[in-house]
């Protein structure tokens, strides 16, 4: 892997609408490391029907695209792998916006497997930018990231883990159409 330039980065519709609209995934992982790679690999198992009208960011382990890809949208899942003792494949859904306006400096108590959080990539973002309407993070429980593999344990989860990403897209989608 390298790392791409601000200019090779893809950019979506959103980016360039004065009003956000719309929602973008965004993966976070590193494919190399077994398990941590789990967000693409549920990502590519959703329906093509349920993505036609969403926006998606593969990071890799480039958290510093965050705003880029956030940017235009009003609504955002990050997916990423998490450490938090629990059985392989168990998720954890956060309202990172609401933890953003309502946190007193007290910590969001889910490990992710990278070293700087994805949250403290959003703390410095919402600085300097506006995000999302609706930004959550869907974290997903790994087991080994010592491997070039998904473990069996994690593997024998993945339809569900796109049955629960499915069902989150959907909601998020309705209420967007709602709101529009």
Request: charged share 20%; with cysteine; proline share 4%.
């Amino acid at each position: 892997m390298y790392a791409l330039k601000h200019s090779e980065y893809p950019q979506c519709s959103h980016s360039e609408q004065d009003i956000p609209s719309g929602l973008c995934i965004i993966t976070i992982g590193n494919n190399l490391r077994g398990d941590d790679g789990i967000a693409m690999k549920i990502c590519d198992k959703l329906p093509a029907t349920l993505v036609d009208d969403v926006c998606r960011f593969d990071l890799g382990t480039y958290t510093s695209y965050l705003g880029s890809c956030l940017h235009g949208h009003k609504a955002a899942i990050i997916i990423d792998s998490t450490s938090n003792s629990c059985a392989p494949g168990s998720i954890t859904i956060v309202d990172l916006k609401a933890y953003l306006e309502d946190q007193k400096g007290s910590p969001l108590g889910v490990k992710t497997t990278h070293g700087f959080s994805v949250v403290d990539e959003l703390k410095l973002l919402s600085e300097v930018s506006e995000l999302p309407e609706r930004l959550m993070l869907l974290g997903v429980e790994v087991k080994d990231v010592n491997s070039d593999k998904v473990s069996p344990s994690l593997q024998s989860k993945v339809p569900q883990l796109v049955s629960n990403l499915s069902f989150l897209v959907e909601r998020i989608l309705e209420t967007l159409k709602k709101n529009a």
